[in-house]
């Protein structure tokens, strides 16, 4: 991989809603938005973070790449748990400081560390101003086939 | 609304991920990651941010409340358009910095700005490694009912 700058075309404000130049808008932090959706069901199972070479690491492989900010390193998904991604479209965004990961999910097909296929395995009640007491509440239904080794 | 820290319970990184409390990981600027994905389809329309409030908000009235980066103030979805949104479904991720909101779209049923159903109408080329000519594709399935009235 070559420095960050020079895998994408700089960025352009008249050009990047409506054109066919990709221009990824990096954060302070050198990161856009990835959203891992499953390419059959549409649900989405994780959100996570790509720096520039995590990205261009995407696009070249068809595989997940992502920055993790709280180990400040790079990680390709399923390294461990062999859950690897197998992305059949990547989508970005208007300002195109986000992707969506329209994917498969290999071993498992458990996208979360905690074993839950989705990340999203919980529910905010909706209707009422909340209380430092909220109760979320477990979907009953989220599959968790990677509770038994609890990666 | 009262001041952000009261508005939920503090942070216990032990009980994030696998109890029952809402204790969103706001970032350095006080966000978390809201994703909104039609209720009905499962299409992913567009990916904002929300402070305390602006959750909170949203909590309290099932309509999507966001912050805007840009701008730095509070914004809720439609207001302008027409487009609002009902959540049908609140869902937040396993260590609480990203929610999901499926929602219906009123109005027109354009998502984002620039008329477009989803922020997402464009597609990025994967399987060879990018260069800074990389091209994107619109989608020309994707269905641009605000065009008209250009918002």
Redesign the interface.
């Known amino acids: 991989m070559t420095d960050a700058p020079?895998?994408?075309?700089?960025r352009d404000e008249a050009r990047a809603?409506?054109?066919?130049?990709?221009m990824p808008k990096f954060d302070r932090d050198g990161l856009v938005?990835a959203?891992v959706?499953d390419a059959g069901?549409?649900?989405?199972l994780?959100?996570a973070h790509m720096n520039a070479e995590a990205?261009?690491r995407?696009?070249?492989t068809?595989e997940g790449w992502f920055w993790s900010r709280s180990r400040k390193a790079m990680w390709r998904k399923g390294e461990s748990s062999g859950n690897t991604l197998a992305?059949r479209?990547?989508?970005?965004?208007?300002d195109q400081d986000?992707?969506?990961l329209k994917a498969s999910i290999a071993g498992d097909g458990a996208a979360?560390?905690?074993g839950?296929r989705s990340?999203?395995?919980?529910?905010?009640?909706?209707?009422?101003?909340?209380t430092?007491?909220?109760?979320?509440?477990?979907?009953p239904a989220m599959p968790r086939p990677g509770a038994a080794h609890g990666h």
Chains 1, 2 share one sequence.
Do not use: K, N, W
Not at 17 to 22: A, D, K, Q, V
């Open positions: 020079s895998l994408f075309a700089p809603e409506s054109g066919t130049t990709l938005t959203i959706q069901s549409g649900e989405i994780m959100v990205l261009a995407t696009i070249a068809g992305v479209e990547l989508r970005i965004d208007c986000a992707v969506i979360c560390h905690t839950y990340c999203f395995y919980r529910t905010v009640p909706v209707g009422a101003a909340p430092p007491g909220l109760a979320l509440s477990f979907d």
